[in-house]
């Protein structure tokens, strides 16, 4: 079984409008960079948008097909607190209630296909309540966070997140590593997450992204702490600039955690401008490694699907 285990879907309204052109501003910038043409980042979300937007996720399952994914694990952000939230007064974007509604009609739609976190800033008013609705209710399968938005993983304020995680039996999947304004990775750090697992060794708690660069730091704080895993969504970018960079890291995560804790992503749609989820799954499932980095067909097997099958029961 092959699994996407960190994806996303964007369309007009889905997110602050502020975070989608911080995205344009980066992706302006590889643009330039590569050609020598500078292109406005508004021109860029507009293009973008037009390809990747996708407020069915209809072509989420199209681009599943094409690169043989089996399953998606969607992940509704709830970073609006970091962003034009409530300066601006007027929200013409889903609220986060809607968001999660949303996410969990994809999974009806897309049944055996799509699965979801429940995720929300725990901040907000009746966040709880929320989190328990869409994992008893809605059948999610975790809690996802994102920090950037301005709270640490170890604030007390997510401590009663966690104790119903532990009561609930699911993992809570945590964004670690770079991010575009106006979001704040410091607050994302793996050490903060560790922290969090230290509290709650019973509670499974994924670092997302591997921590990007800090992945040194995710790496050795998941090595003493089996309650940690780690997923490597959008390294095409690390990818892109060298294989091996990617392939080395990957190869370290797995020599020091296993492969059964060590998971595949996209961390799509926004990344399929830099490399298509079929090219992505090819980098895992045929690495061509300029220096000879290699991996047996059981670990590329186990990172590619089977880490997440066990970690959800699938198998
Ligand atoms: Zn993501």
């Known amino acids: 079984m092959r699994v996407d285990s960190h994806v996303h879907v964007f369309f007009e309204g889905s997110d602050p409008e502020e975070f989608i052109l911080g995205c344009a501003r980066v992706g302006a910038k590889i643009v330039e960079q590569k050609s020598g043409v500078a292109v406005a980042p508004e021109v860029l979300r507009e293009s973008a948008m037009g390809?990747?937007?996708?407020?069915?996720?209809?072509?989420?399952?199209?681009?599943?097909?094409?690169?043989?994914?089996?399953?998606?694990?969607?992940?509704?952000l709830d970073f609006?607190?970091?962003?034009?939230?409530?300066?601006?007064?007027k929200l013409e974007r889903l609220t986060i209630l809607e968001r999660n509604e949303l996410y969990a009609e994809f999974t009806r739609k897309y049944p055996g296909r799509l699965y979801s976190y429940l995720g929300v800033d725990p901040r907000r008013k009746g966040a709880l309540e929320l989190f328990r609705r869409g994992i008893e209710e809605w059948g999610m399968l975790g809690l996802k966070l994102h920090p950037t938005a301005g709270f640490y993983p170890h604030d007390p304020v997510c401590y009663p997140f966690y104790e119903a995680a532990r009561e609930m039996g699911v993992p809570v999947l945590i964004h670690s590593g770079t991010e575009p304004a106006p979001l704040k990775p410091m607050f994302s750090q793996p050490k903060y997450i560790d922290a969090a697992a230290a509290?709650?060794?019973?509670?499974?708690?994924?670092?997302?992204?591997?921590?990007?660069?800090?992945?040194?730091?995710?790496l050795d704080m998941a090595m003493s702490k089996p309650n940690l895993y780690v997923d490597f969504s959008g390294w095409q970018a690390e990818y892109n600039g060298d294989p091996d960079y990617f392939y080395f890291v990957l190869r370290a995560a797995i020599n020091v955690l296993g492969a059964s804790r060590v998971m595949f992503g996209t961390d799509g749609s926004m990344t399929n401008v830099m490399l298509w989820p079929r090219d992505w799954m090819q980098a895992w499932l045929e690495?061509?490694?300029?220096?000879?980095?290699s991996f047996t067909t059981e670990e590329i097997d186990m990172v590619?699907?089977?880490?997440a099958a066990m970690l959800y029961g699938w198998e």
């Open 51 to 76: 390809e990747l937007g996708d407020p069915d996720a209809s072509k989420l399952v199209g681009w599943m097909d094409e690169a043989g994914i089996d399953r998606s694990v969607l992940l509704p």
């Open 80 to 89: 609006g607190m970091g962003c034009d939230e409530p300066a601006i007064g």
């Open 199 to 218: 509290d709650f060794p019973e509670v499974t708690f994924i670092i997302a992204h591997c921590g990007h660069g800090w992945w040194i730091e995710a």
């Open 287 to 293: 690495p061509k490694s300029p220096s000879g980095i």
């Open 304 to 307: 590619t699907g089977g880490a």
